[in-house]
């Protein structure tokens, strides 16, 4: 990787890569016990966030993990996998649920969300996000916010080679 950084559209600082763990970072504690729960993780609710997020990013980007996830994917969720791919790892979010379904928060206190929403997904984006294999992000600003779906920089390449496509650059933020 040579820079750490990706240059922002919006006056402000730039950017953080969006290895696994700066995706892993932006989501809150309860997302991350949930993806955790989903995938069968441990998840020590007693440590602090930094650490949680560090133990999930060692397992997710474990090399056996991708191969045996991909092995298992529904054609129409690798389209949506290669849509972000053919993207360069991210897209505008209100594109991708356009095109492969909603994403529904994560609240397990209200009557009207399902505890578990991993076990009855209703969308391929609800599928990949509680795999973890997307991120929804906020790549802009708090003023001027720019909800994304990311694929980690770690993914691109064992994902193009694993769905059978030309390996990707990393991306450019949105526009």
């Known amino acids: ?43 020590d609710t007693a440590r602090p966030k930094a650490a949680a997020v560090e133990a999930l990013a ?15 994917l529904t054609p129409e969720l690798q389209i949506a996998l290669r849509a972000l791919l053919d993207a360069g790892g991210q897209m505008s979010r209100g594109d991708f649920v356009y095109r ?5 928060p994560y609240r397990p206190w209200r009557a009207d969300s399902p505890a578990a929403p991993w076990e009855t997904p209703i969308s391929p984006a609800e599928v990949l996000f509680y795999r973890a294999l997307i991120f929804p992000l906020n790549l802009g600003t708090a003023e001027r ?25 990393p991306p450019p933020p949105l526009s």
């Open 1 to 43: 990787m040579e820079n750490d950084v990706a240059v922002s559209l919006f006056q402000g600082p730039p950017i953080p890569r969006l290895d696994v763990r700066t995706c892993l970072a932006a989501q809150n504690r309860r997302v991350l016990m949930a993806l955790a729960r989903a995938n069968g993780w441990p998840f």
């Open 58 to 72: 060692r397992v997710a980007e474990s090399p056996a993990r991708l191969p045996a996830v991909c092995a298992g």
């Open 100 to 104: 492969f379904g909603e994403l529904r």
């Open 145 to 169: 916010p720019q909800p994304a779906i990311v694929l980690p920089l770690e993914y691109l390449a064992p994902l193009s080679d694993l769905l059978s496509l030309p390996p990707v650059s």
